[in-house]
Protein backbone atom coordinates (compact mmCIF):
# COMPACT_ATOMS: atom_id res chain seq x y z
CA UNK A 1 0.00 0.00 0.00
CA UNK A 2 1.55 2.95 -1.04
CA UNK A 3 1.52 6.41 1.33
CA UNK A 4 -0.36 8.74 -0.78
CA UNK A 5 0.76 11.53 1.50
CA UNK A 6 3.88 11.47 3.37
CA UNK A 7 4.30 14.55 4.36
CA UNK A 8 1.23 14.18 6.96
CA UNK A 9 2.86 11.40 8.91
CA UNK A 10 6.72 13.64 8.55
CA UNK A 11 5.07 16.55 9.77
CA UNK A 12 3.45 15.30 12.84
CA UNK A 13 6.83 13.09 13.21
CA UNK A 14 8.90 16.20 13.37
CA UNK A 15 6.41 18.11 15.61
CA UNK A 16 6.55 15.41 18.21
CA UNK A 17 10.56 14.66 18.30
CA UNK A 18 10.72 18.67 18.29
CA UNK A 19 8.91 18.73 21.44
CA UNK A 20 10.28 16.20 23.01
CA UNK A 21 13.40 17.72 22.08
CA UNK A 22 12.82 20.77 23.79
CA UNK A 23 12.05 19.31 26.99
CA UNK A 24 15.20 17.40 27.37
CA UNK A 25 17.26 20.72 26.80
CA UNK A 26 14.80 22.91 28.76
CA UNK A 27 15.13 20.44 31.85
CA UNK A 28 18.50 19.37 31.13
CA UNK A 29 18.24 15.65 30.93
CA UNK A 30 20.92 13.22 30.51
CA UNK A 31 19.55 10.80 27.99
CA UNK A 32 21.76 7.74 29.30
CA UNK A 33 20.65 8.16 32.99
CA UNK A 34 17.53 9.07 32.27
CA UNK A 35 16.81 6.01 29.71
CA UNK A 36 18.59 3.38 32.29
CA UNK A 37 16.58 4.59 34.61
CA UNK A 38 13.10 4.25 32.74
CA UNK A 39 14.01 1.75 30.20
CA UNK A 40 10.87 -0.21 31.59
CA UNK A 41 8.72 2.33 30.17
CA UNK A 42 10.43 2.58 26.80
CA UNK A 43 10.53 -1.37 26.37
CA UNK A 44 6.38 -1.26 27.48
CA UNK A 45 5.67 0.73 24.93
CA UNK A 46 7.66 -1.05 22.15
CA UNK A 47 4.97 -3.56 22.43
CA UNK A 48 1.94 -0.58 23.55
CA UNK A 49 2.33 1.34 20.54
CA UNK A 50 2.41 -1.27 18.26
CA UNK A 51 -0.97 -3.03 19.54
CA UNK A 52 -2.19 0.76 19.36
CA UNK A 53 -1.27 1.25 16.15
CA UNK A 54 -2.68 -2.28 14.77
CA UNK A 55 -5.83 -2.67 17.12
CA UNK A 56 -8.79 -0.76 18.60
CA UNK A 57 -6.90 -1.01 22.45
CA UNK A 58 -5.06 2.32 22.79
CA UNK A 59 -1.29 2.10 24.24
CA UNK A 60 -2.70 2.96 27.69
CA UNK A 61 -4.27 -0.36 27.57
CA UNK A 62 -0.44 -2.21 27.69
CA UNK A 63 0.56 0.88 29.67
CA UNK A 64 -2.21 1.17 32.11
CA UNK A 65 -1.63 -2.32 33.59
CA UNK A 66 2.00 -3.24 33.40
CA UNK A 67 2.72 0.54 35.23
CA UNK A 68 -0.37 -0.32 38.16
CA UNK A 69 0.15 -3.86 38.74
CA UNK A 70 4.26 -4.91 37.81
CA UNK A 71 5.85 -1.03 38.20
CA UNK A 72 3.44 -0.50 41.20
CA UNK A 73 3.15 3.04 40.05
CA UNK A 74 -0.12 4.85 41.18
CA UNK A 75 -3.47 4.06 38.95
CA UNK A 76 -3.67 7.99 38.46
CA UNK A 77 0.04 8.71 37.43
CA UNK A 78 -0.25 5.74 34.98
CA UNK A 79 -3.45 7.10 33.60
CA UNK A 80 -2.01 10.71 32.88
CA UNK A 81 1.07 8.04 31.31
CA UNK A 82 -1.27 6.53 29.32
CA UNK A 83 -2.62 9.94 28.07
CA UNK A 84 0.54 11.56 27.35
CA UNK A 85 2.20 8.73 25.57
CA UNK A 86 -0.67 7.80 23.10
CA UNK A 87 -1.23 11.88 22.55
CA UNK A 88 2.24 11.17 20.64
CA UNK A 89 1.99 7.52 19.56
CA UNK A 90 -1.91 7.67 18.73
CA UNK A 91 -1.29 10.90 16.47
CA UNK A 92 1.73 9.60 14.78
CA UNK A 93 -0.62 6.38 13.85
CA UNK A 94 -3.54 8.67 12.80
CA UNK A 95 -1.08 10.21 10.72
CA UNK A 96 -0.09 7.04 8.82
CA UNK A 97 -3.48 5.93 8.83
CA UNK A 98 -4.80 9.18 7.38
CA UNK A 99 -1.32 9.37 4.90
CA UNK A 100 -1.57 5.86 3.70
CA UNK A 101 -5.57 6.40 3.02
CA UNK A 102 -6.72 3.86 5.14
CA UNK A 103 -10.88 3.40 5.09
CA UNK A 104 -12.38 5.01 8.21
CA UNK A 105 -15.83 6.01 9.22
CA UNK A 106 -15.11 10.18 9.67
CA UNK A 107 -18.46 10.48 11.22
CA UNK A 108 -17.51 7.46 13.96
CA UNK A 109 -14.84 9.67 14.97
CA UNK A 110 -16.11 14.05 15.09
CA UNK A 111 -19.58 12.66 17.00
CA UNK A 112 -18.63 9.79 19.65
CA UNK A 113 -15.29 12.85 20.58
CA UNK A 114 -17.92 15.35 21.55
CA UNK A 115 -19.46 13.11 23.42
CA UNK A 116 -16.17 11.74 24.68
CA UNK A 117 -14.50 15.10 25.81
CA UNK A 118 -17.53 16.07 27.52
CA UNK A 119 -17.46 12.49 29.61
CA UNK A 120 -13.75 12.94 30.62
CA UNK A 121 -13.42 15.90 31.82
CA UNK A 122 -17.33 15.01 34.16
CA UNK A 123 -15.23 11.62 34.65
CA UNK A 124 -11.72 13.20 36.06
CA UNK A 125 -13.73 15.26 38.56
CA UNK A 126 -16.82 12.70 39.53
CA UNK A 127 -15.62 9.13 38.66
CA UNK A 128 -11.81 8.80 39.05
CA UNK A 129 -11.41 10.06 42.29
CA UNK A 130 -13.86 7.39 43.75
CA UNK A 131 -11.93 4.36 42.18
CA UNK A 132 -9.31 2.72 44.24
CA UNK A 133 -6.11 0.79 43.40
CA UNK A 134 -7.47 -2.50 42.85
CA UNK A 135 -10.57 -2.13 41.72
CA UNK A 136 -9.61 0.27 38.93
CA UNK A 137 -6.77 -2.14 37.97
CA UNK A 138 -9.50 -5.48 38.32
CA UNK A 139 -12.40 -2.70 36.23
CA UNK A 140 -10.00 -2.16 33.60
CA UNK A 141 -9.51 -5.77 32.79
CA UNK A 142 -12.83 -7.44 33.57
CA UNK A 143 -14.42 -4.17 31.09
CA UNK A 144 -12.01 -5.29 28.47
CA UNK A 145 -13.31 -9.19 28.84
CA UNK A 146 -16.40 -8.39 28.39
CA UNK A 147 -15.73 -6.87 25.24
CA UNK A 148 -13.34 -9.87 24.16
CA UNK A 149 -15.98 -12.11 24.57
CA UNK A 150 -18.29 -10.17 22.44
CA UNK A 151 -16.21 -9.99 19.68
CA UNK A 152 -15.46 -13.44 19.58
CA UNK A 153 -19.23 -14.35 19.54
CA UNK A 154 -19.28 -12.35 16.26
CA UNK A 155 -16.36 -13.86 14.75
CA UNK A 156 -17.73 -17.42 15.50
CA UNK A 157 -18.99 -17.61 11.40
CA UNK A 158 -15.89 -16.59 9.58
CA UNK A 159 -18.50 -15.53 6.78
CA UNK A 160 -20.46 -13.37 8.80
CA UNK A 161 -21.60 -10.20 6.76
CA UNK A 162 -19.82 -6.90 6.99
CA UNK A 163 -20.14 -3.68 5.71
CA UNK A 164 -17.46 -1.05 5.32
CA UNK A 165 -19.39 2.37 6.38
CA UNK A 166 -22.12 3.63 8.67
CA UNK A 167 -25.46 4.17 6.76
CA UNK A 168 -25.32 7.21 4.18
CA UNK A 169 -27.71 8.87 6.35
CA UNK A 170 -27.34 8.73 9.87
CA UNK A 171 -30.54 9.11 11.99
CA UNK A 172 -31.62 10.75 15.55
CA UNK A 173 -30.82 7.57 17.03
CA UNK A 174 -27.78 6.79 15.60
CA UNK A 175 -26.22 10.51 16.40
CA UNK A 176 -27.41 9.60 19.80
CA UNK A 177 -26.07 6.01 20.06
CA UNK A 178 -22.42 7.54 19.00
CA UNK A 179 -22.76 10.62 21.61
CA UNK A 180 -23.58 8.28 24.25
CA UNK A 181 -20.70 5.59 23.37
CA UNK A 182 -18.22 8.61 23.41
CA UNK A 183 -19.88 9.87 26.68
CA UNK A 184 -19.27 6.71 28.56
CA UNK A 185 -16.00 5.96 26.68
CA UNK A 186 -14.78 9.52 27.77
CA UNK A 187 -15.38 8.34 31.55
CA UNK A 188 -13.62 5.17 31.12
CA UNK A 189 -10.58 7.38 29.72
CA UNK A 190 -10.45 9.56 32.48
CA UNK A 191 -9.92 6.42 34.77
CA UNK A 192 -7.55 4.22 33.10
CA UNK A 193 -6.33 6.68 30.04
CA UNK A 194 -8.18 4.75 27.35
CA UNK A 195 -11.85 3.33 26.76
CA UNK A 196 -13.36 5.42 24.15
CA UNK A 197 -11.71 3.22 21.32
CA UNK A 198 -12.59 0.17 22.15
CA UNK A 199 -16.27 1.27 23.38
CA UNK A 200 -16.94 3.01 19.76
CA UNK A 201 -15.22 0.04 18.02
CA UNK A 202 -17.59 -2.61 20.09
CA UNK A 203 -20.83 -0.46 18.76
CA UNK A 204 -19.33 0.13 15.40
CA UNK A 205 -19.18 -3.46 14.77
CA UNK A 206 -21.32 -5.13 17.14
CA UNK A 207 -24.23 -2.76 16.59
CA UNK A 208 -23.29 -1.50 13.36
CA UNK A 209 -21.62 -4.34 11.60
CA UNK A 210 -18.71 -3.13 10.61
CA UNK A 211 -15.41 -4.34 9.13
CA UNK A 212 -12.78 -4.84 11.48
CA UNK A 213 -10.58 -3.68 8.57
CA UNK A 214 -12.86 -0.15 9.41
CA UNK A 215 -13.79 -0.27 12.86
CA UNK A 216 -10.03 -0.12 13.84
CA UNK A 217 -8.62 2.36 12.57
CA UNK A 218 -11.45 4.84 13.13
CA UNK A 219 -10.81 3.83 16.62
CA UNK A 220 -7.27 4.71 16.65
CA UNK A 221 -8.01 8.12 14.95
CA UNK A 222 -10.95 8.32 17.77
CA UNK A 223 -8.53 7.74 20.63
CA UNK A 224 -6.15 10.23 19.06
CA UNK A 225 -8.64 12.98 19.58
CA UNK A 226 -8.92 12.13 23.38
CA UNK A 227 -6.05 11.60 24.01
CA UNK A 228 -4.44 15.30 22.90
CA UNK A 229 -7.79 16.64 24.67
CA UNK A 230 -6.98 14.49 27.86
CA UNK A 231 -3.35 15.47 28.10
CA UNK A 232 -4.24 19.44 27.22
CA UNK A 233 -6.89 18.80 30.31
CA UNK A 234 -4.35 17.31 33.00
CA UNK A 235 -1.44 19.48 32.07
CA UNK A 236 -3.48 22.88 31.73
CA UNK A 237 -6.24 22.86 33.43
CA UNK A 238 -6.43 19.78 36.40
CA UNK A 239 -2.50 20.57 37.02
CA UNK A 240 -1.94 16.98 38.11
CA UNK A 241 0.58 15.64 35.67
CA UNK A 242 3.84 14.57 38.10
CA UNK A 243 7.49 13.95 37.80
CA UNK A 244 6.52 9.71 37.50
CA UNK A 245 4.64 10.31 34.39
CA UNK A 246 6.38 12.88 32.91
CA UNK A 247 9.96 10.78 33.20
CA UNK A 248 8.12 8.21 31.80
CA UNK A 249 7.00 9.92 28.80
CA UNK A 250 10.47 10.84 27.90
CA UNK A 251 12.06 7.34 28.11
CA UNK A 252 9.02 6.40 25.85
CA UNK A 253 8.02 9.25 23.62
CA UNK A 254 10.87 8.30 20.77
CA UNK A 255 9.69 4.88 20.78
CA UNK A 256 5.95 5.48 20.01
CA UNK A 257 6.45 7.65 17.48
CA UNK A 258 7.56 5.36 14.81
CA UNK A 259 6.45 2.35 16.73
CA UNK A 260 2.52 3.05 16.41
CA UNK A 261 2.00 4.02 12.72
CA UNK A 262 4.11 0.64 12.26
CA UNK A 263 1.52 -0.96 13.99
CA UNK A 264 -0.81 0.36 11.97
CA UNK A 265 0.44 -0.07 8.31
CA UNK A 266 0.50 -3.78 9.95
CA UNK A 267 -3.07 -3.85 10.47
CA UNK A 268 -3.72 -2.59 7.01
CA UNK A 269 -2.04 -5.74 5.55
CA UNK A 270 -3.92 -7.92 7.93
CA UNK A 271 -6.91 -9.69 7.20
CA UNK A 272 -10.59 -8.59 9.12
CA UNK A 273 -10.55 -12.17 11.63
CA UNK A 274 -6.68 -11.51 12.08
CA UNK A 275 -7.23 -8.48 13.76
CA UNK A 276 -10.02 -9.86 15.95
CA UNK A 277 -7.98 -12.89 16.48
CA UNK A 278 -5.05 -10.36 18.24
CA UNK A 279 -7.46 -8.04 19.80
CA UNK A 280 -8.59 -11.16 21.65
CA UNK A 281 -5.52 -12.69 22.64
CA UNK A 282 -4.81 -9.27 24.20
CA UNK A 283 -7.63 -9.06 26.52
CA UNK A 284 -7.19 -12.65 27.25
CA UNK A 285 -3.50 -12.03 28.43
CA UNK A 286 -4.82 -9.23 30.34
CA UNK A 287 -7.00 -10.40 32.16
CA UNK A 288 -5.02 -13.12 33.60
CA UNK A 289 -2.12 -11.10 33.72
CA UNK A 290 -4.07 -8.94 36.62
CA UNK A 291 -5.52 -12.30 38.29
CA UNK A 292 -1.97 -13.41 39.04
CA UNK A 293 -0.40 -10.60 39.68
CA UNK A 294 -3.13 -9.13 41.97
CA UNK A 295 -4.07 -12.19 43.77
CA UNK A 296 -7.46 -10.36 44.44
CA UNK A 297 -9.48 -10.81 47.65
CA UNK A 298 -13.08 -12.37 47.54
CA UNK A 299 -14.56 -9.57 47.14
CA UNK A 300 -12.87 -8.04 44.39
CA UNK A 301 -13.09 -11.04 42.64
CA UNK A 302 -16.88 -10.92 43.19
CA UNK A 303 -16.31 -7.46 41.80
CA UNK A 304 -14.51 -8.48 38.68
CA UNK A 305 -16.96 -11.04 38.02
CA UNK A 306 -19.87 -8.61 37.89
CA UNK A 307 -17.84 -5.98 35.69
CA UNK A 308 -17.40 -8.90 33.55
CA UNK A 309 -20.81 -10.32 33.61
CA UNK A 310 -22.19 -7.13 32.95
CA UNK A 311 -19.93 -6.21 30.23
CA UNK A 312 -20.70 -9.22 28.37
CA UNK A 313 -24.50 -9.16 28.63
CA UNK A 314 -24.09 -5.30 27.64
CA UNK A 315 -22.39 -6.85 24.10
CA UNK A 316 -24.44 -9.49 23.52
CA UNK A 317 -27.60 -6.40 23.98
CA UNK A 318 -26.00 -4.59 21.46
CA UNK A 319 -24.76 -6.82 18.97
CA UNK A 320 -27.16 -7.55 15.80
CA UNK A 321 -24.90 -8.74 13.53
CA UNK A 322 -27.28 -11.96 13.09
CA UNK A 323 -29.90 -9.54 11.88
Known amino acids: MKMRNPWIWFVVAGIAMSVWTSCVVIYDIDLLQHLAAWWPASVTMVFGSFIAGASAEGGGAVAFPVFTLILKIPPDAARNFSLMIQSVGMVSASAMIIGLRIPIEHRAVIIPSIGGIVGMVLGTYTVAPLMEPVPTKLFFVSLWLGFGIGLWRINRSATRHVRESLPARLERRDVLILLTTG ?53 GVVNDIGPKE ?21 ASKLRRLHIAYLLQIIIVAQFVGALLVLTPSLPHLAFTAAVSVVSTAVMLRIDRTGQ
Request: contains cysteine.
Open 183 to 235: FIGGIVTSVVGNGIDMLTFCVLTLWYGLSEKVSTPTSVVLMSVLTVAGTAFHA
Open 246 to 266: FNAWIAAAPVVVFVAPLGAWV
